[in-house]
């Protein structure tokens, strides 16, 4: 079986479209609709209730354009909402999150005994990094860390320069991350400072794991065993909306998408 709809992909913002990117650069046949939830970002400093109601409203708006998958590619909204995406929307269609499919690439790696990971309040305080590799790997030594100054300092521009540099400083040398021996970049916006983490980590063997290539495999195989590929190239283009639309959104979109993308307002919340 094959299937020409389109996989639903949302975050709290833009940053998802680093996964988004990542998803089509894999199945370049597929089309998308993104949903940026611009009017309540940002996620990780929200409560999980909040979290679940905003994603409950995204995944009808996706289900109302006939998408055939969902991906929550946003770190906080996996956190808060997926097992309850899971339980109201799973007999539906296939739901993929940005934290299962690193959970399972870092787990099979039996060489690694430590690790961090860094996010947003609303991802480290929910926990499910810890909880998941309780199951998976109990052996493994999971140190977290929220790290919120970090979405807000990309999407201003900072990155790759002293200021990035210096705030990642103060959160990597904290004793907490002494010894791991890899860090979980468990953020959507967490890609465009990989070079820094690197330069900060430079000659101490600490291995970087960020979510768009891991996710965008995972969402690969899931479309295959659900017969959901699509057979050829759309004609239509892909569709970005947002639930609150200002030229600053879609400026930034240039950081995470490579180009400016074209953002469409609708209101789901009125
Ligand atoms: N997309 C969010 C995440 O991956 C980061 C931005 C936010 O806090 O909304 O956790």
């Given at each position: 079986m094959r299937d020409d709809r389109p996989i639903g992909i949302f975050d709290?913002?833009?940053?998802?479209l680093t996964v988004a990117n990542a998803i089509l650069q894999r199945l370049p046949k597929e089309r998308i609709i993104y949903f940026g939830d611009t009017a309540h970002?940002?996620?990780?400093?929200?409560s999980a209730k909040a979290i679940r109601h905003y994603a409950d409203g995204i995944t009808n708006f996706l289900l109302s354009h006939d998408c055939k998958a969902i991906v929550i590619a946003c770190n906080s909204a996996t956190s808060a909402a997926y097992a309850h995406l899971l339980r109201r929307y799973g007999d539906r269609l296939p739901i993929l999150n940005v934290i299962d499919p690193i959970v399972e690439e870092v787990s099979a790696?039996?060489?690694?005994h430590t690790i961090g990971v860094i996010g947003t309040k609303a991802t480290i305080r929910a926990g499910m990094f810890p909880r998941k590799f309780r199951q998976a790997r109990p052996d493994l030594t999971v140190r977290s860390q929220a790290t919120p100054l970090l979405a807000p300092m990309i999407e201003e521009?900072?990155?790759?320069n002293k200021i990035s540099r210096a705030v990642l400083d103060s959160y990597l040398s904290k004793p907490l991350f002494k010894g791991i021996q890899g860090l979980i970049m468990?953020?959507?916006?967490y890609p465009l400072i990989r070079p820094d983490i690197e330069a900060l980590y430079a000659g101490k063997n600490v291995e970087l794991f960020d979510t768009p290539g891991v996710v965008a495999r995972a969402v690969a195989r899931s479309l295959e065993q659900h017969g959901l590929l699509r057979p050829r190239r759309s004609a239509l283009p892909h569709a970005f909306y947002v639930s609150d639309f200002t030229d600053s959104f879609e400026r930034t979109t240039r950081i995470f998408w490579g180009e400016k993308v074209h953002l469409e307002e609708v209101q789901l919340w009125e």
């Open positions: 709290s913002g833009i940053g998802g970002l940002p996620y990780g400093d929200k790696r039996p060489d690694l521009g900072f990155f790759n468990a953020c959507t916006h």
